[in-house]
Nanobody, 120 residues
Framework: QVQLGEAGGGLVQPGGSLRLSCAAP????????MGWYRQAPGKERELVAA???????NYADSVKGRFTISRDNAKNTVYLQMNSLKPEDTAVYYC??????????????WGQGTQVTVSS
């Protein structure tokens, strides 16, 4: 079972910044839409941001203007730059890859999750 490799979570004060990174195998990364989801205690997992293989992005309303998703195709890595963090951003963040159909790949792939805690 292929799992994506995440890094960059931690504890940060309100107003601070963190950058998450997620590496994926080349065969998956180069054709997949990549995204970041999060799940806070007692809540459903929600999409935070996504980026297509062509570079188009979309964001949850709650993070627009504060978070930026990007991808480095040379490193098979997707990033989530999080600025102006708020306590309500506290959650486990998951990397996600969604390949197109017809490539012999799984429907999608997930990372193991990384904890982000925003607290003073």
């Amino acid at each position: 079972q292929v799992q994506l490799g995440e890094a960059g979570g931690g504890l940060v004060q309100p107003g601070g910044s963190l950058r998450l990174s997620c590496a994926a195998p080349l065969s998956i990364f180069r054709i997949s839409a990549m995204g970041w989801y999060r799940q806070a205690p007692g809540k459903e997992r929600e999409l935070v941001a996504a980026i297509t293989s062509g570079g188009s992005t979309n964001y949850a309303d709650s993070v627009k203007g504060r978070f930026t998703i990007s991808r480095d195709n040379a490193k098979n890595t997707v990033y989530l730059q999080m600025n102006s963090l708020k306590p309500e951003d506290t959650a486990v963040y998951y990397c996600h890859a969604k390949p197109p159909r017809g490539w012999g790949l799984a429907y999608d792939y997930w990372g193991q999750g990384t904890q982000v805690t925003v607290s003073s």
